[in-house]
């Protein structure tokens, strides 16, 4: 089946530390990458919508000067979390969906990335 | 935008027994229903889903019901194993973006 692998599984850092986060689809060209935060026990939170070779759309509420996205190629979608603060701990998972209409093709989740940040 | 609500938040079962959850949606325009488990602090796994163009769908001890009509769609879990356990979440999908429900958090009591 379809492998999106996400780096790092865990990050620690500092306040005022700016964390990349790749996500890559490992045997599929992926026209389409979400990303997603998690919080504890609660639902998966869209963030933005990364299509390759264009900028992304963002949700509302969720700041793009904060939270860049950038898919350059087919199989690799990078956000960075850019002077995180504690506030900016959670659980980032990203996702991929194969060329084809997006509503027909199930997306594949990377493993997450759990951000801290002290 | 599409709006998804998922029912019940927590269900907690006997080994053996069904465990059902169902989920509705508002968009007419969304053609495609996956259901995701996501044990604890892992990624959410695609275990079934279902296009607008059928109506029931079997995989095993699990199946997925869509009524267009009334907008709404179930996933039925039968002989539960405490390896079921997890949270389940459903979503909807336009052509152009996935709309997730809120999660089940599903609980198999050997």
């Known amino acids: 089946g379809a492998v999106v692998s996400q780096h790092p599984s865990w990050v620690i850092c500092k306040s005022g530390t700016s964390v990349k986060i790749e996500c890559r689809s490992l045997?599929?060209?992926?026209?389409?990458m979400f990303w997603y935060r998690q919080f504890p026990k609660q639902s998966l939170m869209l963030m933005a919508t990364?299509?390759?070779?264009?900028?992304?759309?963002?949700e509302q509420g969720v700041e793009k000067d904060k939270f860049l996205i950038n898919h350059a190629s087919l199989t690799l979608s990078t956000l960075t979390v850019t002077s995180a603060h504690p506030e900016d701990s959670s659980f980032y998972i990203c996702?991929?969906?194969?060329?084809?209409?997006?509503?027909?093709?199930?997306?594949?989740f990377g493993d997450g990335t759990r951000l801290s940040i002290l | 935008g599409e709006n998804v609500e998922q029912h019940p938040s927590t269900l907690s079962v006997q080994e053996g027994d069904s465990a059902v959850i169902k989920c509705t949606y508002s968009?007419?325009?969304?053609?495609?229903f996956p259901w995701y488990k996501q044990e604890l602090g892992k990624r959410p796994q695609l275990i079934i889903d279902?296009?607008?163009?059928?109506g029931e769908k079997k995989d095993q001890r699990i199946a997925v019901t869509l009524n267009k009509t009334a907008k709404h769609f179930s996933l039925h879990i039968t002989e539960t194993q405490p390896e079921d356990s997890a949270v389940y979440f459903c979503?909807?999908?336009?052509?152009?973006?996935?709309?997730f429900g809120t999660g089940t958090s599903l609980t198999v009591i050997p």
């Open positions: 279902i296009r607008s163009n059928v």
């Open positions: 968009d007419s325009a969304s053609n495609y």
């Open positions: 996702s991929a969906t194969a060329r084809g209409l997006i509503g027909m093709q199930p997306q594949h």
């Open positions: 979503a909807a999908s336009p052509p152009s973006q996935f709309y």
């Open positions: 045997d599929f060209q992926a026209t389409t």
């Open positions: 990364s299509n390759e070779g264009s900028k992304a759309t963002y």
